[in-house]
């Protein structure tokens, strides 16, 4: 077998070749054999048929009589008077087998042009092995049957047919191209030959690994399979990775690579030679199944062969072949048998067919007067006396039936019939059932009429009818030929074809188009009788898309809620949840969210127990285990829909639980969506249990007394925001149950004329779900209630109304006291709790502010030196209760008495603070939550300037420094008309306290500010301060400038720092040395040591590292070795550092900065200065400046 063997892995064949030779042999056996009484026998190939010696053939073809079956085939179809057409691949092979090579090569040209190539032909022609020179004798001469002449010889040099290069030889080439290159080109071609040659050793050297003695065992024992030779392992690993990139797992196909270095996957030739290259994985697979065997052993015979050719245990095998011969030819008499009955059978059907039709001919005559004849079926489903319908009740109009009930019926007749004539009695309907073209399973209902059809006014056979009309070429043998043949005509039967059909069209869709078959997936699940179908289309829905886009996500779930619409609660429960369950653990966070989403949509649908049971625990398993923040986010959703829907007063326990839960969750989003949907959904149903003012307000409450408790050594802040959110997105579901449980409430009647409602008289909610008018049910409702609401206020007082009472008697006084019990340092509650108070006071709105709220806060901020414990300073004027009524009572509404009472507030209790000598933390924290927003810097200028002309230089002194407070954000043209001259007015006056309170916001002007006349004036003020001999002993006012100088100097302007802040500093370090007093020497140097190290981060240039920077930090190791060795080190460290960087001139071009942790590069300094630093005495402020300054 010469073409056989050039494919070792037997599918050198094409499929479509393959496909066209199946065709020709079913095409040349018509139905009609049968009705002709000629049989083909089991052993007589067809016509189309191949030489078996030429072909991997698993049909038996033994000798019959002597005469080989080829031959017999010959004669009988000769003998036929049938013309006889050989394929062109049977030429081909034979034509390669007698080693015709040249008629071949002819052959396979015109092919080619003709756009017919074999592939027998092209793997033939494709491999050089078939043409190589070898000594000895070839390897594949005796298995590629190529004869005794062996394989062609030719000169290495000669190509094969598809590695010419037309191009090269066609006359518009260059011919005249270098020497050099063809003599390179006929090199790399003769290596190449050498490289094939050493190989095909190689291979035959594979090919003989396995010892001999092995190769016995596993051919006597069958069961163990033989193991993989290197050859077959190195073509099954090129095939793999061929097919993981062909289907984009390009991870997998690097780490393959990977694994198998020794091989190069990128050209065939590299597993062996003389070994063509096999079709793909998914081709092999695809093929095999057609290529098993019988469990029998085959022989290759061929007309005029040798005997001496064949296999020596042939005439052996011939006996037994005989026997089975006669065996099969007994069956065949039988089955000849059992076609004569079933002829004579069908003759008495046509027969009865035949006078049916006469009588529906006379039926017709008989209504001719009407202008379209038609006929009604002759017997209906309900006068069938035989067994049951099956599923599809037979509706199904066949069109395998139609040409056969044309051709069945009389040939002699002219006239018009109908083709949709059911059979009449049980046994008429069996019969025609066993013939393929012969039942119509249409049973249309009564009176329906059917479609006819002209009949031609011929006088054919229906044989002959039957013959013509199978070269139509209908497959109704497959499944889809089936599904294809049937038409449905009922609902019912259409969604049995559906259900059939959708699996196996799903996974054919592209999965961006696969939107496009949910409706029909959903209408098949909704509708189809059989629950295991209905069950496995929703799993194809939930599994439709690998990984489904919100888009496909949506869609998805608006079919779910229309199905559950349409088939009720029990369904959804049993159906639809399962799949929700199945998939609630996969590993694409796209398909969790889609159960997650469903959970909620699904809520409306489901049985009540199930939506508190079942949902509740798939969603809080979700919440709590799911690392995905998108997942949780969309299961905190889901839990809001579901605490719209409960109604289990026992589960609100759970509830709390799940909402502190999604509360406490890491991802902003989570928590986010809780705010928006989870809080106010479960507020309302806390409405609706009367729990909102009973248990969840006061259980949150009560949370933060016990952080507050828990505190003493440092507040949780977290959770402190956790709970005081939580709160705050309470607030409307509060104020809409004030409105509800009004007096007034049952007066509220939407009569006349109703104001509208102010655009800023509520906060902007975080969600339609906390809108005050949605709770309410709308805004025309809500402007009513607010009416009454504020005139009930207003005249008629607060009796009655218990859920107001409770708001004034036991929410705010609870509130008040806990925030009188925190620290003010602590600037994260305080603004908490200001944002909180603002959106309390603006919600319950302007009436109940004024007459509610801030009478409790001024009963307690009664603003007297009495209520001011200087000594311990925990009065209340120093508590967070201060910033948090300035700026979350006082701020919410804007007019005119609104901000005389704010000023008033702040003027007293900076006058109260400074006089009393008490800390003036809640002033400093006032100023800041105030200071941030732009709108009151003109207000605090103006009680800043109520300070700076205030008689008491204490007060004088307080407002000096709040001005640093304030001046980050604040307009340059404000600092210059406002804040620049009431500093100066400041210095003007005869106290240095008062004089050197300003400095800091000095320092801060020309930290933030680009203007240059007032960076001038400001400078002047400040050279003042160092060079004016009245300042020459004022220790703390050096203190003050060079702990400014350490804070502003990094972020200054560049030329003030390098002109002023750096000399100067240097000219304090020099005087310092000289410092006589201890104590203060220690002071001013460990103010310089820190804004050394905050400036060290800096760009200095060379000249001023030498002439100031250095300098000063000698002088500052000076006093440390005397004072605070601790110092020493780093101070050591900091100036050969600068030193190094000095002398390589490459302070600029290197780095750009020196920095302190550069400097300790080396082990032994490193570990010197963390010994010292352990060591240092100074406090912790101070060392921490030293590296968070550090920029």
């Not at 990977?258 to 063509?276: A, C, H, S, T």
Request: aromatic share 6%.
């Amino acid at each position: 077998m010469a073409a056989g063997n050039v494919n070792p892995f037997n599918v050198s064949d094409s499929e479509e070749e393959a496909e066209q030779r199946r065709d020709g042999v079913d095409t040349e056996r018509s139905p009609s054999d049968g009705a002709q009484g000629h049989i083909l026998g089991p052993f007589s190939p067809p016509a189309y048929s191949e030489p078996a010696p030429l072909l991997s053939s698993n049909r038996t073809s033994p000798n019959v009589d002597g005469i080989p079956a080829s031959a017999a085939a010959v004669a009988g179809i000769g003998g036929g008077g049938a013309e006889t057409r050989v394929s062109l691949d049977a030429i081909a092979a034979q034509l390669l087998r007698d080693q015709y090579i040249l008629t071949a090569l002819e052959l396979h040209t015109e092919l080619l042009e003709a756009g017919r190539e074999l592939p027998r032909l092209r793997d033939y022609f494709s491999n050089p092995g078939n043409f190589e020179r070898q000594s000895g004798t070839p390897p594949a001469s005796k298995e590629q049957g190529v004869g005794p002449g062996g394989p062609l010889n030719r000169a290495g040099s000669i190509s094969t047919l598809d590695s010419l290069d037309f191009a090269r030889y066609s006359d518009d080439g260059n011919r005249e191209s270098d020497e050099r290159v063809a003599v390179l080109e006929f090199e790399l071609r003769k290596a190449k030959e050498t490289i094939q040659a050493l190989r095909a050793n190689l291979t035959r050297a594979a090919e003989c690994e396995i010892p001999s003695q092995e190769r016995k065992n596993y051919k006597s024992s069958p069961e163990i399979q033989e193991p993989i030779r290197p050859l077959e392992k190195r073509a099954l690993n090129f095939l793999v990775n061929e097919y993981l990139l062909k289907n984009e797992y390009k991870l997998t196909s690097i780490t393959f690579s990977d694994e198998n270095d020794d091989q190069d996957f990128e050209l065939w030739d590299d597993v062996g030679l003389n070994i063509p290259k096999p079709p793909d994985l998914l081709q092999l697979y695809r093929n095999c199944g057609n290529s098993l065997s019988l469990h029998r052993e085959t022989v290759d015979v061929a007309v005029n062969v040798d005997p001496n050719d064949l296999p020596g245990d042939y005439f052996t095998q011939e006996p037994v072949l005989q026997t089975e011969a006669v065996q099969q030819q007994e069956v065949v008499q039988e089955l000849e048998y059992q076609i004569s009955i079933l002829n004579s059978e069908k003759q008495s059907l046509a027969e009865q067919i035949k006078k049916l039709q006469s009588d529906i001919q006379a039926l017709q005559r008989k209504v001719s007067s009407e202008p379209t004849s038609t006929v009604k079926l002759i017997q209906s489903k309900e006068d069938t006396p035989c067994g049951n319908p099956p599923l599809d009740n037979g509706q199904y109009l066949d069109i395998r039936g139609v040409t056969e009930m044309d051709s069945s019926s009389d040939a002699n007749t002219t006239e018009t019939s109908t083709t949709t004539t059911a059979a009449t009695d049980c046994t008429e309907s069996t019969t025609t059932a066993t013939q393929p073209y012969s039942k119509l399973k249409s049973q249309s209902p009564q009176g329906k009429t059917s479609v006819q059809f002209d009949k031609p006014n011929r006088k054919l056979s229906p044989a002959f009818h039957q013959a013509l009309l199978s070269f139509c070429r209908m497959s109704a043998d497959s499944r889809l030929g089936s599904e294809v043949s049937r038409i449905a005509d009922s609902e019912q039967s259409v969604m049995l074809m559906l259900g059939r059909c959708l699996p196996h069209i799903v996974p054919n869709v592209l999965l961006a188009k696969r939107e496009e078959l949910i409706p029909l997936i959903l209408c098949t699940a909704c509708l189809h009788p059989e629950p295991k179908e209905r069950d496995q289309l929703l799993h194809i829905l939930f599994n439709l898309i690998k990984r489904p886009d919100d888009e496909q996500r949506q869609m998805i779930l608006t079919g779910c809620v229309a199905f559950a619409q349409h088939v009720g609660p029990t369904r959804v429960e049993a159906e639809l949840l399962p799949q929700c369950w199945e998939q609630i653990n996969h590993k694409y966070p796209e398909r969790r969210l889609l159960v997650a989403e469903a959970c909620g949509a699904l809520a409306p649908y489901l049985p009540k127990e199930i939506r508190s049971s079942l949902v509740l625990s798939m969603l809080q398993q979700m919440l709590a285990e799911d690392k995905a923040d998108m997942v949780r986010e969309a299961v905190v959703k889901s839990l809001g829909i579901i605490m719209g829907y409960i109604d289990d007063p026992d589960k609100y326990s759970q509830g709390f639980e799940l909402m502190l839960l999604s509360l406490g969750d890491p991802s902003e989003r989570v928590v986010s969506a809780t705010h928006q949907v989870f809080i106010p959904a479960f507020a309302a149903w806390c409405t609706e249990l009367g729990n909102l003012q009973s248990q969840l307000i006061p259980s949150l409450l009560t949370r933060i007394e016990k952080l507050l408790k828990q505190g003493e050594y440092g507040l949780d802040e977290h959770k402190l925001h956790m709970y005081l959110s939580a709160l705050q997105s309470l607030i409307p579901s509060l104020f809409a149950v004030l409105l509800q449980n009004a007096p007034f409430t049952s007066r509220a009647k939407l009569q006349g004329d109703v104001p509208p409602i102010e655009v800023t008289r509520f906060p902007r909610p975080a969600s339609p779900l906390q809108d005050v008018a949605i709770i309410v049910g709308s805004r025309e409702q809500l402007a009513v209630l607010l009416q009454l609401h504020d005139h009930q206020l207003q005249h008629e007082g607060t009796t009655g109304w218990d859920s107001l009472l409770w708001v004034v008697n036991q929410f705010l006084p609870q509130l008040i006291d806990i925030i009188g019990r925190f620290n003010v340092a602590s600037s994260t509650c305080v603004h908490e709790f200001c944002r909180f108070f603002w959106r309390f006071c603006r919600t319950f709105g302007k009436i109940f502010t004024n007459t509610k709220v801030k009478p409790q806060f001024q009963e307690i901020l009664r603003l007297s030196e009495e209520n001011v414990d200087a000594s311990a300073g925990n009065g209340i004027l120093t508590k967070a209760t201060v910033p948090i009524y300035a700026t979350g009572v006082l701020t919410c509404y804007n007019q005119d008495e609104d901000r005389k009472l704010l000023v008033g507030f702040l003027e007293d209790v900076m006058t109260t603070l400074s006089l009393s000598h008490a800390p003036l933390d809640s002033l400093k924290a006032s100023f800041v939550e105030l200071g941030a927003n732009p709108v009151y810097h003109e207000l605090l200028l103006t009680v800043l300037w109520y300070g700076v002309v205030h008689t008491s230089a204490l007060v004088r002194c307080t407002a000096a420094r709040m001005f640093e407070l304030i001046l980050r954000g604040m307009s340059e043209a404000l600092i210059d008309k406002r804040v620049a001259p009431a500093l100066i007015t400041l210095c003007s006056g005869p106290e240095f306290s008062v004089r050197i309170s300003t400095i800091p916001a000095f320092g801060t002007i020309m930290e933030t500010v680009t203007q240059k006349e007032l960076l001038e004036r400001v400078k002047m003020q400040l050279a003042s301060f160092l060079e004016d001999p009245q300042y020459q002993d004022q220790h703390s006012l050096h203190m003050e400038i060079i702990k400014t100088f350490g804070r502003v100097g990094p972020n200054a302007e560049p030329r003030f720092r390098d002109e002023f802040v750096l000399p100067h500093l240097h000219k304090l370090a020099l005087c310092n040395n000289q410092q006589t007093v201890e104590s203060k020497r220690i002071d001013i140097a460990t103010q310089l040591f820190e804004a050394y190290s905050a400036l060290s981060c800096c760009f200095i240039s060379e000249e001023l590292m030498v002439n100031h920077f250095l300098p000063g930090l000698r002088c500052l190791r000076t006093d440390m070795e005397q004072l605070s060795p601790e110092h020493e080190v780093i101070l050591s460290s900091m100036i050969k550092e600068c030193e190094i960087k000095v002398e390589n001139k490459g302070i600029g071009e290197a780095q750009g900065s020196i920095s302190i942790a550069a400097s300790l590069v080396g082990e032994d300094a490193k570990t010197k200065f963390l010994s010292k630093m352990g060591q240092l005495t100074t406090s912790g402020a101070m060392l921490a400046n030293v590296f968070q300054r550090k920029k």
